[in-house]
């Protein structure tokens, strides 16, 4: 197989104007025994022919891939959960590693399917379920009463969720890391119990983090200047407790103080503490409260970057506290606003997409609802920097001359995305289709006329 028609192909592959025969050709190739490109079995929508053909496809990995695309609605993945190979019934029960979108979730199985899962003979499969971030709180909620004792482990996830007897059950389940999971789940509001969990090494750095502490205990920990960080975390540290760890000489310590959710602003401020540039702002009060005004003002207004940072992440953000944030100077927080709030202004999404570049910056300017389009082509089209002459191709009123100059562009980013417009005038997006740097994107043009498409099938080996 030649190498560039090869790059062509997987932009046939996931060309939208791609007609349903040739995808069906398409799909149906074997690719040297590893299946058609990934992008025609990761394509939104597919039509049912297409969905047939891949669920009797005689490439395993090619049943694997569709198992897995974040693309395919969870009815289709779920015809799959027969399949006779237990790799791709566990790629069903795992489901996608990530959505094409981070602002969304993956949908799902039904749960009558995942019990079907769940009952596979193969560990494999059981095992990918259960560790699957796609299943319904519904389905973990029923694994109360299950005879396996990892099965009712994970109805642990939804411990919030589970009435007040099926708590008591797994406290008092028969097997002891369900028993242990239990008690870590409940400890937050029981200190008998925090103080056994307390005695359990494996047990020991989550029940001093967020358990339910008698003095005698966090005196203890302090006492002996064990596992600081945890105890510096947990929320019924007393004060005066509290005031200590704020002084102590290691920098994870007061940094962890620091993020205590009952500290006023002066006292948070009164804490050396250091913050690492690219250190996500992962705070569990501000994400239990991701939806609560109350808590994200209190985040957003703060003087830390962590909390900061953290309330960034909310799509819930009223606007006066997404404006406070779009006026942020910590780079991390203009990221996390750009990536999950649908409504954050356009100078921020431009200053972000300027500073990242690469994928994420290409994924932001055609996946944000509020990215910028009208006007592009005249403010970057000359624009020193290729990150910003790519965006041209963007302007609705970019013309065909326009469009082709970019296509010769010095930045390869900038070339391709000419590549893939449809009004790249068509000698251009033909001669684009035979370099090695552009034929992947001349191959996902809409404007590429079916007889190449067809050419480019041909010239790869795709059966007729």
Not at 155 to 184: G, I, N
Not at 277 to 282: E, I, L, N, Q, V
Not at 395 to 420: M, Y
Request: glycine share 6%; proline share 10%.
């Amino acid at each position: 197989m030649v190498a560039f028609y090869s790059s062509a192909l997987d932009g046939v592959a996931a060309n939208p104007a791609l007609p349903t025969p040739l995808l069906l050709r398409l799909i149906a190739f074997d690719g040297g025994g590893h299946g058609p490109p990934f992008q025609a079995l990761h394509r939104p929508g597919l039509p049912e022919p297409a969905v047939a053909a891949v669920l009797t496809h005689p490439v395993l990995d090619a049943r694997v891939e569709f198992a897995l695309s974040g693309q395919a609605e969870p009815e289709q993945r779920a015809r799959l959960a027969d399949d006779a190979s237990p790799k791709v019934r566990a790629a069903v029960a795992h489901g996608p590693e990530w959505s094409h979108d981070p602002r969304t979730k993956v949908r799902p199985l039904p749960d009558a399917v995942c019990g079907r899962l769940l009952e596979d003979p193969e560990v494999s499969v059981r095992t990918a379920l259960l560790n699957s971030r796609h299943v319904a709180p519904s389905f973990l909620a029923s694994l109360v009463g299950h005879p396996g004792p990892a099965a009712r482990r994970a109805a642990l996830r939804v411990w919030d969720e589970l009435a007040a007897d099926e708590r008591t059950t797994l406290l008092d389940d028969p097997d002891p890391e369900v028993r242990r999971s239990a008690a870590l789940c409940a400890c937050p509001d029981d200190a008998g119990l925090t103080s056994v969990l307390l005695q359990d090494p494996a047990a020991l750095p989550e029940a001093l983090r967020r358990g339910l502490l008698d003095r005698a205990d966090a005196e203890r920990f302090l006492a002996e200047g064990s596992h600081l960080v945890e105890l510096a975390a947990n929320p019924s540290l007393p004060a005066d407790l509290v005031d200590r760890l704020a002084v102590d000489p290691d920098d994870a310590v007061r940094l962890a103080v620091s993020l205590r959710p009952e500290l006023t602003e002066a006292q948070r401020a009164a804490i050396d503490f250091t913050v690492a540039p690219y250190a996500r702002g992962d705070v569990d009060w501000v994400a239990a409260g991701i939806a609560d005004q109350h808590v994200l003002h209190r985040a957003v207004t703060s003087g830390h970057p962590l909390l900061r940072r953290a309330a960034a992440r909310s799509p819930h953000l009223p606007p006066e506290l997404l404006r406070l944030l779009a006026e942020d100077t910590d780079d991390l927080v203009r990221t996390h606003l750009a990536v999950y709030h649908p409504d954050t202004p356009e100078e921020v999404l431009m200053s972000v997409y300027a500073r990242l570049g690469g994928t994420f910056s290409a994924w932001m300017a055609t996946g944000h609802p509020r990215f910028p389009r009208e006007g592009l082509a005249a403010r970057y089209a000359d624009h020193p920097k290729g990150i910003y002459r790519q965006l041209a191709v963007r302007d609705p009123a970019a013309g065909p001359d326009l469009i082709e100059r970019l296509s010769h562009d010095p930045d390869v980013w900038t070339r391709q995305a000419a590549a893939g417009d449809p009004r790249l005038p068509l000698p251009r997006l033909l001669e684009a289709l035979a370099l090695p740097e552009l034929a992947r994107s001349a191959g996902a043009n809409p404007a590429l006329p079916q007889s190449e498409m067809v050419a480019v099938m041909d010239e790869a080996g795709v059966p007729a």
